[in-house]
């Protein structure tokens, strides 16, 4: 069988991975010139198997109006004239119920652990090189009620199997003397020992280069995929900047670019762009004050991680402003937060990046087969989460190609 995917993103890059380890020839279609350019290039880099509840939460309602009075929110919203904007949030709002929400995080843990047991598998058998780091993740608290509410959700955690420990102010400067800074703002944290981070990037390419060489992969960068070549109603082959390309089946893995594929076949995905910005800082002697374990400021929204010798932050959700342009105010308000969590840092050396996750109004990713033509299948719609659910949804995607046994229960997940 010969497998057509587009897009040489996490997504892309780990499902043809795992259709390689199934003997399967793969063909990955990438339109830029470069694996894992587009929002796989720079994102947070947190495998974050335990904290995967959705945007989507009643709290919402409660936290809106401030984020959306506050200068430097972590949440921006500009309204557009896009029947598109308006159908994916009269979706979310719907979803901001939570029996939806437990619903939806017991869902989402089943696949997030699926992407452990497969990354560590793939970890174990290739020795993949990605700057992988797995010493926990501590979400820090400045306040006290979403405190308590973490320490409620922890509890609902533990009980669909997550381990995490509610660390009062003193605990937590102990386990990450760098947080000092906070002083008598730091209230507690939830730290998950078994939380993970990597280079994303460094990911894809890693696993490239496992395959490299063998000849039933092939990579053809420059290659952006224009349409669809139907007989009847399978998907027959590709049309490409390069001509036209014919496989057994179809993967679209494009990220926010499988919207307008999928469109194309009489589709109305609800994926929506919701924009984020990253700081890479080098490292160099600054180890003593920057954290050793990933670290979330809750109420700012910034992740930090040490990957190998870089400080990745990332932060911000933009609804409504398409483009991957850095507002220098934006930019800005990031890098003044930064600096009062951690004094000093040399951030004016840091490179700036923006990314579109490709988000669905429930944060549950699309895996399985297309409803719109026969041999087409879909993986894309992973939000803020798609390095932590891509091997897992590799899997899944796979098994069920392949006509195998699926290693959850795939139902809430497919198109
Ligand atoms: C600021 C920020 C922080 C984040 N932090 C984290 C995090 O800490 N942990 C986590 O798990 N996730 C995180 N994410 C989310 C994660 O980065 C995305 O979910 C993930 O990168 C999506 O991968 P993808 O392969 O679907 O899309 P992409 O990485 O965008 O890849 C899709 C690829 O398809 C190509 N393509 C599109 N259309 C076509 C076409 N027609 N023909 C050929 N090629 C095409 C594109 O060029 C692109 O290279 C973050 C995102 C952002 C923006």
Same mark, same amino acid.
């Given at each position: 069988?010969?497998?057509?995917?587009?897009?040489? =993103?996490?997504?892309?890059?780990?499902?043809?991975?795992?259709?390689?380890?199934?003997?399967?020839?793969?063909?990955?279609?990438?339109?830029?010139?470069?694996?894992?350019?587009?929002? #796989?290039?720079?994102?947070?880099?947190?495998?974050?198997?335990?904290?995967?509840?959705?945007?989507?939460?009643?709290?919402?309602?409660?936290?809106?109006? +401030? !984020?959306?009075?506050?200068?430097?929110?972590?949440?921006?919203?500009?309204?557009?004239?896009?029947?598109?904007? !308006?159908? !994916?949030?009269?979706?979310?709002?719907?979803?901001?119920?939570?029996?939806?929400?437990? +619903?939806?995080?017991?869902?989402?843990?089943?696949?997030?652990?699926?992407? +452990? &047991?497969?990354?560590? @598998? !793939?970890?174990?058998?290739?020795?993949?090189?990605?700057?992988?780091?797995?010493?926990?993740?501590?979400?820090?608290?400045?306040?006290?009620?979403?405190?308590?509410?973490?320490?409620?959700?922890?509890?609902?955690?533990?009980?669909?199997?997550?381990?995490?420990?509610?660390?009062?102010?003193?605990?937590?400067?102990?386990?990450?003397? #760098?947080?000092?800074?906070?002083?008598?703002?730091?209230?507690?944290a939830i730290y998950t020992p078994s939380e993970e981070a990597g280079?994303?990037?460094?990911?894809?390419?890693?696993?490239?280069?496992?395959?490299?060489? $063998?000849? $039933?992969?092939?990579?053809?960068? &420059?290659?952006?995929?224009?349409?669809?070549? +139907?007989?009847?109603? $399978?998907?027959?082959?590709?049309?490409?900047?390069?001509?036209?390309?014919?496989?057994?089946?179809?993967?679209?893995?494009?990220?926010? =670019?499988?919207?307008?594929?999928?469109?194309?076949?009489?589709?109305?995905?609800?994926?929506?762009?919701?924009?984020?910005?990253?700081?890479?800082?080098?490292? @160099?002697?600054?180890?003593?004050?920057?954290?050793?374990?990933?670290?979330? $400021?809750?109420?700012?929204?910034?992740?930090?991680?040490?990957?190998?010798?870089?400080l990745r932050m990332a932060a911000m959700v933009d609804i409504g402003?398409?483009?991957?342009?850095?507002?220098?105010?934006?930019?800005?308000?990031?890098?003044?937060?930064?600096?009062?969590?951690?004094?000093?840092?040399?951030?004016?050396?840091?490179?700036?990046?923006?990314?579109?996750?490709p988000a669905t109004p429930s944060g549950k990713p699309v895996v399985?087969?297309?409803?719109?033509?026969?041999?087409?299948?879909?993986?894309?719609?992973?939000?803020?989460?798609?390095?932590?659910?891509?091997?897992?949804?590799?899997?899944?995607?796979?098994?069920?190609?392949?006509?195998?046994?699926?290693?959850?229960?795939?139902?809430?997940?497919?198109?």
């Amino acid at each position: 069988m010969h497998v057509c995917i587009i897009g040489a =993103g996490v997504i892309g890059m780990s499902t043809a991975f795992m259709l390689r380890q199934k003997g399967v020839r793969v063909t990955v279609l990438e339109a830029g010139k470069e694996i894992a350019g587009g929002t #796989s290039f720079a994102n947070g880099g947190q495998l974050s198997y335990s904290y995967v509840a959705p945007l989507a939460d009643p709290g919402v309602f409660k936290d809106l109006p +401030r !984020w959306l009075l506050k200068k430097d929110s972590p949440l921006r919203f500009r309204p557009a004239l896009d029947p598109q904007q !308006w159908r !994916w949030l009269m979706r979310f709002l719907q979803l901001c119920r939570s029996d939806v929400v437990r +619903r939806t995080t017991a869902q989402m843990l089943t696949l997030s652990y699926l992407s +452990r &047991d497969v990354l560590r @598998d !793939w970890q174990a058998r290739f020795g993949l090189e990605f700057a992988h780091q797995s010493n926990g993740k501590l979400i820090v608290f400045r306040s006290t009620g979403p405190f308590e509410h973490a320490r409620e959700q922890a509890q609902l955690q533990a009980d669909l199997g997550s381990t995490q420990q509610v660390l009062e102010a003193g605990q937590v400067l102990e386990l990450e003397p #760098s947080l000092q800074a906070l002083g008598t703002r730091l209230k507690g944290a939830i730290y998950t020992p078994s939380e993970e981070a990597g280079d994303t990037r460094l990911f894809c390419e890693s696993l490239h280069t496992c395959m490299q060489g $063998d000849a $039933d992969y092939q990579l053809l960068l &420059d290659h952006a995929v224009h349409s669809f070549v +139907r007989e009847g109603r $399978d998907i027959r082959a590709v049309r490409t900047s390069h001509g036209e390309i014919a496989a057994d089946q179809f993967v679209v893995a494009g990220g926010m =670019g499988s919207v307008g594929l999928l469109r194309q076949l009489g589709g109305q995905p609800l994926i929506y762009p919701l924009k984020g910005y990253s700081l890479s800082l080098p490292l @160099d002697g600054l180890s003593q004050s920057v954290p050793a374990i990933s670290v979330t $400021d809750y109420e700012r929204r910034i992740v930090y991680a040490r990957l190998g010798q870089v400080l990745r932050m990332a932060a911000m959700v933009d609804i409504g402003f398409g483009g991957l342009d850095i507002p220098p105010a934006r930019m800005a308000g990031f890098k003044q937060q930064v600096n009062e969590l951690f004094p000093g840092l040399p951030l004016e050396q840091a490179q700036t990046w923006a990314g579109l996750r490709p988000a669905t109004p429930s944060g549950k990713p699309v895996v399985g087969a297309s409803q719109l033509a026969g041999r087409l299948w879909v993986n894309a719609g992973h939000g803020a989460l798609g390095f932590t659910l891509a091997c897992g949804s590799a899997a899944v995607l796979a098994a069920r190609m392949l006509g195998e046994p699926v290693p959850i229960d795939d139902a809430p997940f497919r198109p």
